[in-house]
């Protein structure tokens, strides 16, 4: 049942069509003065201005003369993005090279695309449906002021290459193939009104079902933080400043910024429990046509008729509509056009009813990325139910006449506040060249929160190290603002991509997070073992809090302790749910009766949890009694006649006279050796643990006078909590009585491998069938260090302890010099950690060694929702070519002509480790160096690996060919990736081409 509670409306308000809605479930942005929507929306709550005033020496830096500073119209102002010069190429699987001669546009609108799917919760290569691609840039400024007068970028990349990185129609398709988008890409360009137009396409396109989601938008980043000249009767501002609606309006500032919205059809979103923003109730474009003074004039009947599209398309009614967030460039023809449209669109509507404001007073005109600041910052209004300022607003523009209109400006921060109907807000965008596009928005439906479970798992994973610790500082501080845990959680498991390197923590407080410590991925496990020990290692209350936290855990628990009161067996749930340990309590665990059963139920609830969540063991091992919970598992007993032999089990071994057991770290020769000396028809060898480990059992007065022995040898002992000698001679009394129970059970054969703790062997159907073999399990040694050398010979390389305390695990420990992780599901009775948060910490360490959890499964029957978390941390990088007037730019050298094809001579050029051996080995080097922008590349290292793709592959046959003459075929490259293997080719390839005199002499000079 959907935690969502569907907008309503008045009684006298029609129905809207559900068909038509498309929910908004992700986005994200830069803007000027704004990393991040989270700053973008501080900047515009405080009522920030974030045109920025330029200084004379940044702009004499970006190449701007004095003549034009001192120019009185010269306007030192613009809004900007912050670091647009940075960027994670590696992030990306880009090479830093690569990423320097692309556009920035193309850069910051793929870090916002990855971004607004992350704060939806979703992975492109994990999703299933098509994911389309509607966006937009603006005029390449870096290609034409950076690039293309750099004579020595052009000779060094290509042509090809650099318009694959700087022409607009790759910047959408970019997309699609670094985060593995399969919906339709279109670039979209219609000037100002390119983002919310591609908005607008990506809302017919999912009400159409082309595609599944989509992502919508735009960016727009000048690569000259420069001002402008102001010239009388043009579209900019004389001062920098943007006055929308104001008498004082005069002109607009031009910015950069990028937006994405994530969007999806209300109701999948509200079936697929998305985090729903907002809603889009209607959307339409139109273009003026000629019907207006000129191409970049504006018309108010086709604004008009383009709202009034997307109201009749929605069916909502204008007058349900409080806020319209404007075009507002604040030009002195622009604005009165808009609130003409405006006016006619909203006639009857009464005068003063409707809210209107305009980003731009904030940020500028951001060109492409215009309409869709202007949508996130509705959205984000009504988040925060509140409308921010419209600044530079005092007194209205008298050509507007605003006051007999519907509208009245947002003059400060104003409340929105919630009434019985959902708040609804519409924006404008209108482009020059007249093409104009107008959305209707929609609060998103309220969403009630039910309590929750507890204790929960987070997953982060990054690159590198440093950016999964900014992970794990980032999400700690948001963590508490976050509604639901739970939601947390689940986002970070299905909806985030699983990177080296890896960290984990099992929390039930929002504002305690303790992250595990950081594993880097080398080599994930691939093989898994379950281990459960045997009498010994329960305590009370020791599944109190699995009990409570976890469902499967609670039903299988309750399910096998009725079974054990059926069939005649004492209710140990008192013991093992205990909130505290009580004297009478603790002696009663001690013995077989209930320690037994107790061990029994914990670890196959255990088992039963962890299959919940979607872990399946490749191989099993039980230590003697935990033998009967993996026969069990494997389908050897049945649950009813598994439990009816523990019950008989334990019943007979409290029947026999009581004993003891000593557990000593000593090989079995020593220990063999010190029973010679002692009464050693008393004691028996019960368990062989692993070569340092054995334990004995026998009678009480045997088992102190060996004890005092071993001490008298500084032999380490020590005495385990039991009832009884287990797996010795004093259970011979009852075998027969055993033996009879057995034989009435049907045996079947194993569904799932495991290995017997009696020999050390996988079993088979034979052994395990036959009633002696149960016998003999029940007095004969345990063989626990063997059966372990057998899970290791197996392949296992990861063991899991399904008990009470972490014993097993110890003892598994012991017997292991391979790399093989060991986690344990509980604390020990010492550990004051909650059972719960142990269990999730081991699932997420299993996660964080590579172990494969499939988390849909994990999360398949709890009410979970996507929400909004904090994205990736981009280690960014400078990534920029500087213009050529620029104090930074390089110098460029002349470029040499091709060299005749003579074969390079092979000198020893260094002895380092790696680095080149002859010129041949340094000329590869140096190509890749420069078409790569790595610094450091040995001999051995593979082209492709360092981030090298077939077109670069291209441009290295060439440089190669413009260095020595010579004609290389591009399949070289592929199949000799290496430096060292290329240069054989180039070598072989010139010898075979050199005449013999000449040969000669090349061998001569290799000789020496």
């Known amino acids: 049942m959907s935690q969502y509670k569907l907008n309503t409306t008045h009684n006298d308000e029609q129905a809207l069509p559900e068909e038509v809605a498309v929910a908004v479930i992700g986005m994200a942005g830069q803007f000027p003065g704004a990393e991040n929507v989270a700053e973008f929306w501080d900047n515009l709550s405080k009522g920030v201005e974030s045109i920025a005033r330029l200084s004379d020496e940044d702009l004499r830096r970006c190449g701007i003369s004095d003549e034009l500073l001192n120019n009185k119209s010269y306007v030192k102002a613009g809004a900007y993005l912050k670091n647009s010069d940075m960027f994670d190429p590696e992030f990306f699987d880009m090479t830093p090279k690569e990423a320097e001669i692309t556009d920035p546009q193309h850069r910051v609108l793929l870090e916002c695309a990855h971004d607004a799917m992350s704060d939806a919760g979703y992975v492109g290569e994990q999703y299933d449906g098509a994911v389309s691609v509607y966006a937009g840039i603006g005029v390449d400024t870096y290609l034409l002021g950076n690039i293309m007068p750099n ?51 990506a809302y017919k396109s999912l009400l159409s079902y082309d595609c599944d989601m989509a992502l919508a938008g735009g960016a727009k980043v000048n690569a000259s933080e420069v001002g402008y000249l102001y010239e009388p009767g043009s579209v900019n501002s004389p001062d920098g400043h943007c006055r929308a609606f104001d008498a004082q309006a005069s002109g607009t500032v031009f910015g950069n910024g990028v937006g994405l919205l994530l969007m999806k059809r209300l109701e999948d979103a509200i079936e697929d429990k998305d985090n729903i923003i907002g809603i889009i109730r209607g959307g339409a474009i139109n273009n003026d046509g000629s019907d207006k003074v000129g191409f970049t004039a504006p018309s108010v009947a086709k604004q008009r008729d383009v709202i009034e599209q997307a109201l009749e398309f929605s069916e909502v009614p204008a007058q349900s509509i409080s806020y319209v967030e404007a075009h507002g460039t604040g030009t002195r023809l622009g604005d009165p056009v808009e609130i003409g449209a405006l006016n006619e669109a909203f006639a009857d509507c009464p005068a003063q009813s409707c809210y209107i404001g305009s980003v731009k007073t904030n940020v500028g005109h951001l060109e492409t990325a215009a309409g869709v600041t202007g949508v996130i910052k509705t959205l984000l209004s009504m988040k925060n139910d509140t409308l921010p300022a419209t600044l530079n607003y005092e007194t209205p523009n008298p050509a507007i006449n605003i006051e007999q209109t519907p509208f009245k400006v947002v003059a400060q921060n104003t409340p929105w506040a919630r009434t019985d109907s959902p708040r609804r807000a519409c924006v404008s965008s209108f482009g020059i060249g007249g093409t104009n596009a107008h959305v209707i928005l929609e609060e998103p439906p309220e969403r009630e929160y039910p309590a929750e479970p507890g204790s929960e798992l987070l997953l982060l994973s990054a690159k590198c190290g440093k950016a999964l610790k900014q992970s794990q500082h980032n999400l700690s501080a948001a963590l508490p603002q976050v509604k639901s845990l739970q939601d947390a959680a689940y986002t970070l498991a ?79 749930r008192h013991l093992l749910l205990a909130e505290t340990a009580e004297p009478s309590m603790q002696q009663q665990i001690t013995q077989t009766e209930y320690a037994q059963p107790a061990i029994f139920v914990h670890a196959y609830a255990m088992a039963k949890q962890l299959q919940a969540m979607g872990l399946e063991p490749e191989l099993m091992l039980g230590h003697s009694l935990g033998e009967y919970v993996v026969a069990c598992l494997a389908g050897v007993l049945s649950l009813d006649d598994a439990i009816k032999l523990v019950l008989t089990r334990a019943q007979l071994m409290n029947q026999v006279t009581s004993g003891a057991m000593l557990s000593i770290s000593a090989s079995l020769d020593v220990v063999q050796s010190v029973l010679a000396q002692a009464s050693a028809d008393q004691i028996d060898i019960c368990a062989i643990n692993s070569a340092k480990s054995i334990v004995v059992g026998g009678t ?121 992780a060991i986690i344990h599901c509980a604390p020990n009775v010492k550990q004051k950690t909650a059972s719960d948060l142990v269990l999730l910490e081991a699932i997420g360490k299993y996660w964080s060694l590579g172990g494969h959890i499939d988390w849909q499964d994990f999360y398949a029957n709890r009410d979970c929702y996507r929400t909004s978390l904090p994205g990736y941390p981009y280690q960014k990088r400078r990534c920029w070519i500087d213009p050529i007037h620029s104090e930074a730019a390089p110098k460029v050298a002349q470029q040499p002509a091709p060299a005749p094809a003579e074969p390079v001579k092979e000198l020893d050029i260094s002895d380092e480790q790696g680095a080149p051996r002859n010129a041949t080995e340094a000329m590869i080097v140096k190509i890749w160096q420069q078409l790569l922008g790595v610094e450091s590349i040995a001999i051995t290292d593979n082209f492709f690996d360092l981030g090298g793709q077939s077109l670069l592959a291209s441009r290295v046959i060439s440089c190669i060919y413009e260095e020595t003459g010579l004609e290389v075929d591009v399949s070289a490259i592929f199949e000799s990736p290496t430096v060292e293997a290329l240069a054989s080719v180039i070598v072989e390839q010139q010898l075979s081409s050199t005449d013999s005199e000449e040969l000669e002499r090349l061998l001569l000079e290799l000789e020496e």
């Open 151 to 201: 004579p020595q970028i052009l000779n060094e990349m290509g042509m090809y290459q650099l318009v694959l990185g700087n022409d607009k129609c790759y910047a959408v398709s970019r997309i699609s193939y670094k985060l593995n988008l399969t919906g339709a890409s279109l670039l979209v360009d219609t000037s100002c009104s390119t983002s919310l137009v591609s908005i607008v396409m």
């Open 494 to 572: 299905v909806g985030r991509k699983a990177y080296a390197h890896r960290s984990y923590a099992a929390v039930n407080d929002k504002g305690a997070v303790t992250f595990a410590p950081a594993n880097e991925l080398t080599k994930a496990v691939s093989k898994v073992a379950w281990v459960v020990p045997g009498q010994g290692t329960q305590y009370v209350g020791m599944s109190r809090d699995l009990h409570r936290r976890f469902d499967v855990f609670r039903n299988t628990f309750e399910q096998c302790c009725e079974l054990i009161v059926r069939q005649g067996g004492q209710d140990i």
């Open 700 to 820: 009480h007065e045997a088992i102190d006078s060996l004890s005092t022995l071993l001490n008298d040898k500084q032999i380490d002992n020590r005495k385990l909590v039991t009832s009884h000698a287990f797996h010795s001679h004093m259970l011979e009394p009852v075998l027969g009585e055993f033996e009879a129970a057995v034989r009435d059970i049907t045996f079947h054969a194993p569904q799932m491998r495991y290995v017997s703790s009696l020999n050390g062997q996988l079993v088979n159907t034979q052994m395990v069938c036959e009633p002696k073999y149960w016998v003999q399990h029940l007095r004969q040694t345990v063989q626990f260090g063997s059966a372990v050398a057998t899970l290791i010979s197996e392949g296992v390389d990861c063991v899991f302890d399904l008990g009470p305390s972490n014993t097993a695990a110890m003892l598994v420990r012991d017997n292991v010099t391979s790399a093989c």
